[in-house]
């Protein structure tokens, strides 16, 4: 754990009271807590998958021989973490949808060269190859936050290979 998150949740402890000093008012209400430590975990989750992602497409476009289908690694004008992988005409996008959950979607640009899925909007160039993923984080014991995925947790990193390994089967160079 960063020094900085060690610190965060003790600057909000201190915020929280002096808020009561200068009020008079106790909020004893857990409800917005939760949604902050969602808010936080989603920022902070996607950041480190933004991490994760790039690091693969680097080591992917180096073991590339050629210049040609190299992946890249793009942010996302929704939040700071919101990112996008983009290679030959493809992009796999990640954005936060709500505190606690978060989006993958894959679509073509361009011609209809890829059979469209079941999300397709017919008034846009984009076709869609993948549905929608949706990636949940559920409360544990003391605020814990576990991602999920179908109700079940995962590791990041198997998340990566997973969806690095799918993009770039998909979107080879045709």
């Known amino acids: 754990m960063e020094k ?22 106790i909020d004893l209400s857990p409800h917005d807590d939760q ?5 936080i975990e989603s920022l902070q989750f996607l950041l480190n998958l933004k991490i ?10 180096e073991l590339k021989t050629s210049p040609l ?12 973490a919101d990112f996008m992988l ?6 796999m996008l990640f954005t936060i949808k709500a505190p606690g959950v978060i989006s993958i979607r894959m679509n073509f640009i361009g011609g209809n060269l890829v059979s469209p899925g079941p999300l397709e909007n017919t008034s846009s160039s984009a076709t869609n190859v993948m549905d ?6 559920q409360l ?16 990041s990193s198997n998340l990566v290979r997973h969806y690095m390994s799918f993009f770039l089967r998909q979107s080879v160079g045709q």
């Not at 949604?35 to 808010?39: D, G, T």
């Not at 994760?52 to 476009?61: K, L, P, R, T, V």
């Open 4 to 25: 900085m998150e060690k610190v965060d949740w003790i600057k909000a402890l201190v915020s929280s009271e002096q808020k009561v000093e200068d009020t008079g008012i």
């Open 86 to 91: 983009f290679r030959n005409g493809y992009k």
């Open 35 to 39: 949604q902050r430590v969602l808010a």
């Open 132 to 137: 929608e993923t949706v990636l949940e984080a």
């Open 52 to 61: 994760e992602f790039y690091d693969a497409a680097n080591i992917f476009n």
């Open 140 to 155: 544990g014991p003391f605020n814990e936050v576990i991602w999920t995925y179908q109700g079940k947790a995962f590791q």
């Open 69 to 80: 289908g190299r992946v890249k690694v793009y942010g996302v004008a929704h939040t700071h």
